[in-house]
């Protein structure tokens, strides 16, 4: 495991989220930025939360979503940087 898959990312306290049927709402009141999250993005969203590592998150979905955990990691890398950059996440 690499160290930046071992790393622990978790949802920002300063934004404010929302859970709803079809994904989840972010809102960080700073930025006055919102983001709508996709099913798959909201998956992710409710994993960021200090506990799981990237490498879990990656294993997890993939399990979920029946891919391997190569296919699916390009995309989360991805959108946890896209997350990171809005400020929306952060290590943990």
């Avoid at 294993?59 to 990691?73: H, K």
């Avoid at 390009?74 to 929306?88: F, N």
Wanted: glycine residues 4%; hydrophobic residues 40%.
């Amino acid at each position: 495991m690499t160290d930046e898959t071992a790393r622990l990312w978790r949802r920002s306290p300063l934004v404010q989220w929302e859970d709803l049927d079809d994904g989840v709402v972010i809102f960080h009141p700073l930025t006055q930025h919102a983001i709508s999250l996709n099913e798959t993005a909201s998956a992710l969203w409710r994993l960021l939360d200090g506990d799981h590592d990237l490498a879990a998150i990656v294993a997890e979905l993939a399990d979920r979503y029946s891919v391997t955990p190569d296919e699916i990691r390009p995309a989360i890398e991805r959108t946890v940087d896209q997350l990171a950059d809005e400020g929306a996440i952060e290590r943990g």
